[in-house]
């Protein structure tokens, strides 16, 4: 067996696993793709918005029970080597982390053309792209290796103050709300061709509400995640849908369709929300909304580091990766390699992503290519978690006959077919945008393949059967009778 490892004993309350699951769940994308939805599918959005409240209840429930059933840091990993085989805990690992260094960029690269839209309406200045990517990435970092408490301090007023912005808007372009905006709910000018936009706009709505997943990749370090963790999850839900939907009802009803597009480009406002609000809120509000969206990049960019760590941490327990990742600092108690291992490559391809983007993408924005590798890696997590579900009660059936939020046979069999259903549905969706970035992505599998059998043989030769070690929980984690 593995050594023994230090393990983190700092934790956190309800409220601070809350607001890293509303910072998440929301984040950045809430100020950009409404907007961008709105120029692309019409008023459509609002039915949308509604449709994709569907598959994000059946991955609450995923998680519900996942999380309430075996509470540990690093969940996607540890239920997809446990609940559905050793590959496929390898998978998720490597291909989420993946999805978080693109996440990363892409909220970091947001963040700098939403701070640089402002600067130069403020001050009449901006800083260089890759000084504004590296000093959030790099602050982020910092606050991270130094702790999880302080993590949670500074999220709770980071979540308060976009929430408070996304309120302001919400309140203040309700007044300008004219049924006639609404009609026709699919415009003729978007859809000669048929469904795509909207079927578009259900998949980019709900992929923000795939946030709710980091709950589960920090388990352990919820104080007593049995009982908190549903009601972080319900609490969080509940914020997350009512903001969620509240905004993109008022947007669609204040803002004709027409009016979310730059008439200077053809296309959405880089600018979203910020951009709409003008003419619709007095000046200081306007402000308020864009200070939010860099604020919501900033919780996004926040919660990635803390909850994917603890995947890469809790993979390298078992040495699946190098187990120098598994170090806790002794001093700050964090998992400080395996966030280094997750912002060191962000901030590395910053200064080369314009160059791909002018070089190799063509046609396709380097934000809307990061998107597919973000959403393939979110959504591979899911189906993973899928099956993982379905196979819950056979494999460690105590934990599952004991959990106190228990789904009745049925219901897990429904919920853990339709996430992989939708996984899959929604991956070949999104990615029909960018083909290029799904193929890199299977070329991320098949290398993750290749790793897996070379570091499975190793183990082999020297006496150590890993496969064996990814099939058992640990005693830290306090597995009744089931192994």
Do not use: C
Request: no cysteine; glycine share 10%; net charge neutral.
């Amino acid at each position: 067996m593995a050594a023994e490892h230090k393990l983190i004993t700092e934790q956190i309350g309800l409220w601070g696993a809350v607001a890293l699951l509303v910072g998440t769940a929301i984040g950045m994308s809430i100020f950009v793709v409404p907007t961008q939805m709105s120029a692309a599918a019409g008023p459509s959005i609002t039915l949308a918005i509604l449709a994709s409240v569907v598959p994000m209840v059946l991955g609450v429930l995923l998680l519900l029970q996942l999380g309430g059933a075996i509470p540990v840091a690093g969940g996607v990993y540890v239920y997809g080597s446990r609940l559905v085989g050793p590959y496929w805990g390898m998978v998720g690992v490597a291909i989420p982390v993946l999805g978080v260094w693109s996440y990363l960029l892409f909220a970091a690269l947001g963040f700098a053309d939403y701070l640089n839209g402002l600067l130069a309406t403020l001050v009449g200045t901006t800083v260089p792209t890759v000084v504004a990517v590296w000093g959030l990435l790099g602050l982020f970092l910092a606050l991270n290796y130094v702790g999880i408490r302080i993590v949670t301090t500074v999220q709770i007023g980071l979540v308060v103050l976009f929430l408070a912005s996304l309120v302001t808007f919400i309140l203040g372009a309700a007044p300008a709300v004219e049924l006639s905006n609404y009609r026709p709910l699919f415009p003729p000018e978007l859809y000669g061709g048929g469904l795509s936009p909207f079927l578009l706009a259900v998949v980019l709505l709900y992929i923000p509400f795939q946030g709710f997943g980091m709950i589960i990749e920090i388990g352990e370090e919820v104080e007593n995640p049995v009982r908190n963790i549903p009601r972080v999850l319900a609490i969080g839900m509940g914020i997350v849908t009512l903001v969620t939907v509240g905004l993109v009802f008022v947007l669609a009803g204040a803002v004709p369709w027409q009016a979310t597009i730059n008439p200077d480009t053809g296309e959405a406002y880089a600018a979203g929300l910020t951009a709409v609000s003008e003419g619709l809120l007095p000046g200081p509000a306007v402000l308020l909304v864009g200070l939010g969206a860099l604020v919501a990049a900033a919780t996004t960019v926040n919660t990635l580091y803390t909850s994917y760590s603890r995947t890469v941490m809790r993979a390298a327990r078992d040495e699946v990766i190098p187990e120098a990742f598994a170090a806790v600092h002794d001093r700050h108690g964090t998992p400080h390699r395996a966030l280094l291992l997750l912002g060191v490559a962000p901030m590395v391809a910053a200064p080369v992503a314009p160059v791909v983007d002018e070089t190799l993408l063509g046609h396709i924005d380097i934000l809307d290519w990061l998107v597919v590798v973000v959403v393939t890696g979110i959504f591979v997590a899911f189906l993973i978690g899928g099956v993982a579900l379905w196979n819950l009660p056979k494999v460690f059936p105590q934990r599952y006959e004991h959990s106190i939020y228990k789904l009745p046979m049925p219901v897990l069999k429904a919920v853990a077919v339709g996430n992989v259903v939708v996984s899959v549905l929604f991956t070949v969706l999104v990615a029909a945008s960018a083909p290029s970035a799904l193929l890199f992505v299977a070329l991320a599998f098949a290398f993750v393949t290749v790793l897996y059998v070379y570091r499975v043989r190793t183990y082999e030769k020297a006496g150590v059967d890993l496969k064996a070690r990814m099939a058992l929980l640990h005693k830290h984690e306090r597995l009744g009778g089931d192994e």
